[in-house]
């Protein structure tokens, strides 16, 4: 974040990120990924976060909440679930070792539909909603230059495999606080199911 965001009187400014979430039993599998990369590498955000697949990351007041749930939740409607496959490794050099998602299209098909909804993500000119270009899941991010690349010698070569059915997507929040404080963890604020409803169909049930 590039500026200071002071909570103005009557405003709360909250962290938010709309993700699709694995089957429980997938995520405990990456969880043991994350562990025993923390472990070996002393990466403290390996430990940070449940494991799941960002599609768009943004700071916003909590005003404009209810209207961008009206908009999620039209555009999860018009979609239909689909299959995530993952396998093995790879890396942002040199600072982020991640599991690779090889089904990319309809996870940039579903980004690309959440686009023209932008403005209601978008706080202030330095603080503007982060779109994920490149579908992955994050095993560990901000490494060390040695963490980075001793891991990435290891994990380049190692192995994974897993899929799940994503059948709607989380919008998830906290709140923004100083540089002092500790940030809370992530809540679910709403869950949309793809429903894979024509667009006369959605619109009416929108404005009932």
């Not at 992530?186 to 199911?193: L, V």
Request: glycine share 2%; charged share 25%; proline share 7%.
């Amino acid at each position: 974040m590039k500026t200071n965001l002071q909570t103005i009187p009557g405003y709360n400014i909250n962290e938010y990120l709309l993700v699709l979430n694995p089957h429980e039993e997938l995520r405990n599998k990456i969880k043991e990924v994350k562990q025993k990369f923390y472990d070996d590498f002393k990466a403290p955000t390996a430990l940070y976060g449940k494991p799941h697949l960002t599609l768009i990351s943004f700071v916003q007041y909590t005003m404009f909440e209810e209207r961008l749930v009206t908009r999620l939740k039209n555009v999860a409607m018009g979609y239909h679930p689909f299959k995530v496959e993952l396998k093995d490794f790879g890396s942002f050099p040199s600072h982020t070792i991640y599991i690779n998602v090889t089904t990319k299209e309809p996870v940039k098909n579903l980004v690309k539909e959440l686009k023209p909804f932008q403005q209601l993500m978008k706080l202030d000119k330095d603080n503007k909603p982060h779109f994920i270009d490149e579908p992955q899941i994050t095993i560990a991010r901000k490494l060390l230059p040695w963490q980075y690349e001793k891991s990435w010698l290891e994990y380049s070569h190692k192995n994974f495999t897993g899929r799940f059915i994503a059948d709607s997507m989380l919008l998830l929040k906290r709140r923004v606080v100083d540089k002092n404080e500790k940030p809370n963890p992530y809540q679910i604020a709403q869950r949309f199911e793809f429903q894979n409803l024509p667009v006369s169909t959605k619109q009416g049930e929108l404005f009932m």
